[in-house]
């Protein structure tokens, strides 16, 4: 592809600018509106970056205060934290490229998605001719999944919960403080806000509550609060400490946990090991190992302090737990934008299919937890695909994976063949967990009723409180909202009613076509994923991308498509998002950008 003369002149004049570009920057993301534009914009943008990290960032956040898409202390604390980045990677970057053409899709929403690169997975041993194994009958047990619970330390009780910025509830100024604000927030939170200490504290009472004898409980990421603009180091350190503190005191049950993309300064910077940078991760490894020694042992935490991730056999079952770092395919680790990236980002991958295959070799069973599911649009669809290679390998070893980020209660089915796809080739299922935060919905968790012997998950209670209620502020109730066999058993063919039955993958993907032939239920489904909390309206047209992305446990299956434009805000809408907006980005140099291209401005 060659880029015209005006692209190269005018690479060539930004190579030269000073800091004081902002406007010839901010004019040029807004005049680019296709994929070929989206290069030489990129060429600009290097230009900018090969000045050095403090040019680049002086230009960025002169162009987010110029866009007014952010107040300027969000645009000069988040750029400042995530521009160097991003310099980084258009320093090294070929333009054009598959690297480059991703970027542009991801930070800009100028490209389309692309195929995935084919790459074959290695594996020790063929596959078995093993099934999944049929229900024990025997008691079962409980397991809890709570996600996402996004504590804000600072929280102040009586600070404006209408402010200016996309988390409020702090004094950010004298107009918010407590006495000055016609907005106060309560103590037990507000739906503008990230979870106090006081609703963290009142989940673990919950927990307790309602499943005092659970085996064990699953977290899937993201502890740290979202004001990702004043995120450091140091706070995050603090906020892992605090809360993996907390669960240890407050839980009785070990707690197997997962990275978030939130855990670490810079939010979503988890450089692979062979990038050269002086922005590590290691210190969030370090963190979290010291933190879930007590759960794991030393063993697998000396793994989660090498890779974010760590593999761990039950001392009374016959089960592995198996968590992965998720930031290594998550399309906003900008540190995975190098000039080839990688197939297998730190050996990931290999490290994963040797885990199963030593569980298979012991016929063990094993389940996945992560932080992102694989099958949504943030997934990098390379590495989505790559996994889904392992799990269809082992299928007949992993129990179910589960997983947060989404901020929604839902699921995702795998599949043998996704060109053909049915209950009989319906193969792995994802768990996902709704939040704690209420900035996405009503605070919730949820129990599973677990095979002792297969691990198979026989039902799915989700337990929420809710904010509108009119004793929240005074003491937040936690009640059942509903089970998924009850609500959902009768209504596939055939029946899944009995208690000791397993919702097997079969199972959801048949849910999924009740959804398709009976609105009611699709729509009640829908109300759940919030937990009734302002619930978006979902036509047909909706509904059949939703139903679509249910079925994709797979990114590249799942009917995403592409708007100009990218999103930095955690709560905002994404570039190619399916099912709404996702609720744990974080980044807000792409949420300008964003906007500037979607013309919002």
């Known amino acids: 592809m060659k880029h015209s003369a005006f692209s190269i002149v005018l690479f060539s004049l930004l190579s030269l600018c000073s800091a004081q570009n902002a406007s010839t920057i901010y004019d040029l993301i807004e005049a680019t509106t296709t994929c070929a534009g989206c290069s030489a914009l990129l060429l600009a943008l290097k230009g900018v970056a090969a000045l050095g990290n403090d040019a680049f960032v002086s230009v960025i956040t002169g162009v987010c205060i110029l866009s007014g898409a952010e107040d300027p202390d969000v645009c000069a604390g988040a750029i400042g934290l995530e521009g160097p980045i991003l310099a980084h990677d258009l ?9 480059s053409t991703w970027f542009c899709t991801t930070i800009f929403g100028l490209c389309p998605l692309q195929a995935v690169r084919p790459y074959s997975v290695s594996f020790p041993t063929a596959k078995p001719a093993k099934t999944r194994p049929a229900p024990s009958g025997q008691s079962p047990i409980q397991i809890v999944h709570f996600s996402d619970i996004h504590v804000d330390l600072s929280y102040t009780v009586g600070a404006n919960y209408n402010c200016t910025k996309n988390i409020c509830c702090r004094p950010y100024t004298a107009s918010d403080a407590p006495g000055k604000t016609q907005y106060p927030a309560g103590p037990n939170g507000n739906h503008q806000c990230d979870s106090p200490k006081t609703l963290e504290q009142s989940l673990y009472a919950a927990i307790g509550q309602v499943a005092p004898n659970a085996t064990f409980a699953l977290f899937t ?3 740290v609060e979202g004001a990702v603009w004043l995120v450091n180091q140091a706070e995050v350190t603090g906020d892992l400490n605090d809360a993996y503190a907390t669960m240890a005191s407050k839980l009785g049950m070990p707690v197997f946990a997962a990275t978030g993309n939130h855990d670490a300064a810079p939010v979503n910077s988890f450089p692979p090991n062979n990038i050269d940078t002086t922005i590590s991760s290691q210190y969030v490894y370090d963190t979290l190992s010291a933190k879930w020694q007590k759960w794991i042992g030393s ?6 302090d090498k890779y974010g991730a760590y593999s761990y056999k039950l ?16 399309k906003q680790n900008f540190w995975l934008y190098e000039k080839t990236i990688q197939y297998d980002p730190d050996g990931q991958l290999a490290w994963l299919v040797s885990e199963l295959q030593a569980a298979e070799t012991a016929g063990q069973r094993a389940i996945i937890i992560g932080h992102m599911p694989f099958g949504v649009n943030d997934a990098f669809r390379d590495g989505s695909n790559y996994l889904g290679q392992i799990l269809n390998r082992y299928d007949a070893t992993i129990a179910g994976l589960f997983f947060g980020h989404t901020h929604k209660d839902d699921f995702q089915i795998g599949y043998s063949s996704y060109s053909v796809q049915s209950a009989r080739t319906a193969n792995s299922i994802s768990h996902i967990a709704p939040a704690l935060t209420p900035t996405s919905g009503s605070p919730a968790f949820k129990v599973y009723t677990v095979d002792p012997v297969t691990f198979g998950v026989l039902d799915v209670t989700v337990y929420s409180t809710s904010l509108e209620a009119a004793t929240y502020q005074t003491s937040p109730v936690w009640t059942k909202y509903y089970s998924a066999k009850e609500a959902y058993g009768p209504l596939v063919s055939p029946p899944v009613t009995a208690a000791s039955a397993e919702l097997t993958p079969a199972f959801w993907h048949n849910l999924t076509a009740v959804f398709q032939s009976n609105d009611a239920v699709f729509q009640q489904y829908n109300a759940r994923k919030s937990r009734g909390w302002n619930v978006p309206s979902c036509d047909a047209a909706c509904k059949a991308k939703s139903v679509c992305q ?28 399916v099912d709404g907006p996702s609720e744990c980005h974080g980044s807000k140099m792409m949420e300008v950008l964003s906007r500037m291209n979607k013309g919002s401005l």
């Open 91 to 99: 320093r090294g970057m070929t333009i054009p490229s598959y690297t």
């Open 221 to 223: 990421g993201d502890v």
């Open 299 to 304: 063993s697998a935490a000396g793994q989660a």
């Open 315 to 330: 001392p009374n079952y016959n089960l592995k737990v198996i968590s992965v770092n998720t930031n290594f395919y998550y």
């Open 550 to 577: 249910l079925k994709a446990a797979e990114a590249q299956y799942n009917c995403a498509s592409v708007s100009a434009g990218i999103n930095f805000k955690r709560d905002t809408s994404a570039v190619a998002e």
